[in-house]
């Protein structure tokens, strides 16, 4: 279980008048995230969804307040005591193409996170890797490619195949279909929700996506100007958000959208 109190974040960005101004990009945010769950965080740009990432995975320091995972707490810890912890944490990004080395073949960019926390043998890795590209539903083939031979949906296979590589606890996705064209943004949420029954995990969706963050789980906090300013666990019906701002997304959606419908009836 990984738990935040009061997680703050600032920044300081320099004006055109050369002073400093505090960007307060998280702001006293308390976050359950339990084993085995998903979660989706669902803001507008700036919000600040980024920078919690950043912190739950311990890739930036906070500010202020505690990350506990499992009691321990994480945002006091030092680098080396980190490196351990790291392998348990993915993240998997809207870039893709900029998140592969260009300069290796799948294979190698698959290999790359289990050679850093396994030894395994060739004939074990080479097994390991080909159950991982049928997992994301590429063919065995495309291991000998290079990035730029794959299409944006095959290179964001590759990215969520490194992501569950070392069996992580928790797995953050970052925008991580955004950009992506209609038909395969589907395809890519359906894998993800397909893996997300296989491989036990704590998932958490990350998207400015209203609909997104409804289709990926029934869990999900609403974040505006660095603050969460609603949580909705085991959303039954759109009724469930009380934030205007909440209900503001939610008016958002296109009328069309047939989960938007299914909600209607069911309020
Ligand atoms: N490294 C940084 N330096 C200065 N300001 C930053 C940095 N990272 C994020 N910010 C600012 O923090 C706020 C939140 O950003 P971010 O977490 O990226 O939001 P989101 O992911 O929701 O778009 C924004 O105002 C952004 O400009
Ligand atoms: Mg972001």
Do not use: W
């Given at each position: 279980m990984l738990r935040t109190i009061n997680l703050g974040r600032d920044y300081y960005v320099k004006d055109k008048n050369g002073s400093k101004t505090k960007v307060?990009?998280?702001?006293n945010v308390c976050l359950t995230l339990n084993e085995n769950n998903s979660y989706s965080l669902v803001g507008e740009s700036g919000s600040g969804k980024s920078t919690l990432a950043k912190l739950i995975m311990s890739l930036e320091k906070p500010t202020t307040g505690e990350i506990y995972l499992d009691n321990k707490n994480i945002a006091l810890m030092r680098k080396k005591q980190l490196r351990i912890l790291r392998s348990d944490f993915q993240m998997v990004l809207q870039d893709s193409y900029s998140a592969l080395n260009p300069k290796m073949k799948i294979y190698d960019s698959i290999a790359e996170p289990i050679r850093n926390f396994e030894k395994l043998t060739l004939i074990q890795e080479k097994e390991t890797i080909e159950s991982l590209i049928t997992k994301v539903e590429?063919?065995?083939?495309?291991?000998?490619?290079?990035?730029?031979?794959?299409s944006g949906g095959q290179q964001k296979r590759v990215c969520i195949a490194r992501a569950i590589a070392t069996n992580p606890k928790f797995i953050v996705f970052d925008?991580?279909?955004?950009?992506?064209?209609v038909t395969v943004r589907k395809k890519i949420l359906d894998l993800l929700l397909k893996l997300r029954s296989d491989i036990k995990s704590t998932y958490l969706f990350i998207t400015h996506d209203i609909d997104v963050a409804f289709y990926m789980a029934d869990n999900i906090a609403v974040m505006k100007d660095g603050e969460i300013v609603e949580y909705i666990k085991n959303i039954k019906s759109l009724n469930g958000f009380k934030h205007e701002y909440s209900r503001m997304l939610i008016d958002s959606?296109?009328?069309?959208?047939p989960k938007q419908r299914d909600y209607q009836e069911a309020i």
């Amino acid at each position: 279980m990984l738990r935040t109190i009061n997680l703050g974040r600032d920044y300081y960005v320099k004006d055109k008048n050369g002073s400093k101004t505090k960007v307060e990009a998280v702001k006293n945010v308390c976050l359950t995230l339990n084993e085995n769950n998903s979660y989706s965080l669902v803001g507008e740009s700036g919000s600040g969804k980024s920078t919690l990432a950043k912190l739950i995975m311990s890739l930036e320091k906070p500010t202020t307040g505690e990350i506990y995972l499992d009691n321990k707490n994480i945002a006091l810890m030092r680098k080396k005591q980190l490196r351990i912890l790291r392998s348990d944490f993915q993240m998997v990004l809207q870039d893709s193409y900029s998140a592969l080395n260009p300069k290796m073949k799948i294979y190698d960019s698959i290999a790359e996170p289990i050679r850093n926390f396994e030894k395994l043998t060739l004939i074990q890795e080479k097994e390991t890797i080909e159950s991982l590209i049928t997992k994301v539903e590429l063919p065995v083939s495309s291991l000998k490619k290079y990035p730029y031979q794959l299409s944006g949906g095959q290179q964001k296979r590759v990215c969520i195949a490194r992501a569950i590589a070392t069996n992580p606890k928790f797995i953050v996705f970052d925008e991580a279909v955004s950009g992506l064209d209609v038909t395969v943004r589907k395809k890519i949420l359906d894998l993800l929700l397909k893996l997300r029954s296989d491989i036990k995990s704590t998932y958490l969706f990350i998207t400015h996506d209203i609909d997104v963050a409804f289709y990926m789980a029934d869990n999900i906090a609403v974040m505006k100007d660095g603050e969460i300013v609603e949580y909705i666990k085991n959303i039954k019906s759109l009724n469930g958000f009380k934030h205007e701002y909440s209900r503001m997304l939610i008016d958002s959606l296109p009328p069309l959208y047939p989960k938007q419908r299914d909600y209607q009836e069911a309020i």
